[in-house]
C-alpha cells in the first residue's frame, strides 16, 4: 500500500512535473471558481532531490492560484513516480484527455518502468494494470513515439500546435489549416509501419497531406508512397493513383459551354441526319483538334 501524506505545501516550493503530460494555461473560469470556493481537491506531488515537490496532476490549479496570489495549496504527496503519475491518470480521466495526451503519460509512465529495471513485457504488464489500457494500446502507443517530433505535432489538437510546429507543417501542405482534427492513431502507426526507413521530410509530406481523409484511403496513401519514396513522385500523383489506379486524371472533364437555342438545334439536327450520339460527336471534334495539332 502506497505512503500518501496530505498537507498544505508553501506554493513557492512547488513546480510543474516533467512527466505531467499537461501544461495549460489556467482559464478565467477556473480563477474565478478558484477564488470562490478554494481548492475543491487537492493535487498530486511527489518529492524532488532538492526539498521541493513535482506537481503531477493539477498545474493549472497552481498557476491560477498564483495569479491569485495563494500562499499555500493543499496537496497530496506520493512518495515515487509511478504511484503519482498512477493517481493523477485516474483523476484527469475525469475531466478527460486527448490521445496525444494519454500517449504522452503512457509512454512516459512505460519508460519510468523500464528505468526501474523491468522488462518490456514487465513494464507493459504494470503500464496496463495501473492505467486501465490494452497491452496492445501500450505497444502501439510505443511504437507512435518512435516518429519524428515534427510529425508527432499532427496527433495534437490543431488549437495546441506552437506556432513554429505551424511554419514547419506549412511548408508541405499549405492547406493544413482547414484540417479541424488531428492526425489518427490509426494513421500514425501506419506511418510507422510502412516508413520506419524513410527520411523525417518526406514522412511530413506524407502526414500532412493525408489530413482530412477517410481512413482507409490515407492508409492507402502511406503504402503506397512509403513504399516508392525513392522515386520522385509528388504526393498529389500518389494521392491520385491510390483513387484510380492512375497518376492524374484519367479522363478529360469538358467544363459546360453557354450556346444559344438555335445553335443547340442546329448541332442536334446535324447529329440526328448522321444517326450519331452527342458524346460521340464531341468525342470526333476533339481527336480532329488533336490531329492538328499534331500535324497529322
Known sequence: MVNVEQKDIPIELLDRDPL????????DNLI????????KHPIIVRPTDNGGYYVTNGWERVQAAIKIGFSNVPCEIYPDELSAMKVGRAESI????TKYISMIHINNYYRICREQKMSHKKAIERTVSDNDVTSSTVERYIRIWVLPDSVKSLLKQPKKRTPLEWITLLKYNKNIRRYSTPLTVSMADHLVKY???????????????????????????????????????PIRDI????????????????????ISSNEKKLIMNYITERRMRLNDFIRDIIKDFISSLRGD
Request: include cysteine; charged fraction near 25%; hydrophobic fraction near 35%.
Open 32 to 39: 474565478d471558481s478558484l477564488k470562490k470556493v478554494g481548492f
Open 239 to 258: 494521392i491520385d493513383s491510390t483513387k484510380t489506379g492512375h497518376i492524374g486524371p484519367v479522363v478529360l472533364h469538358l467544363p459546360s459551354v453557354m
Open 20 to 27: 505531467n503530460p499537461r501544461n495549460e494555461i489556467p482559464t
Open 94 to 97: 475525469v475531466r478527460g484527455w
Open 195 to 233: 516508413g520506419k526507413d524513410i527520411p523525417e521530410w518526406k514522412l511530413l509530406d506524407i502526414a500532412t497531406n493525408i489530413l482530412g481523409k477517410q481512413v482507409y484511403e490515407a492508409k492507402k496513401i502511406i503504402r503506397e508512397a512509403c513504399m516508392n519514396h525513392n522515386i520522385k513522385k
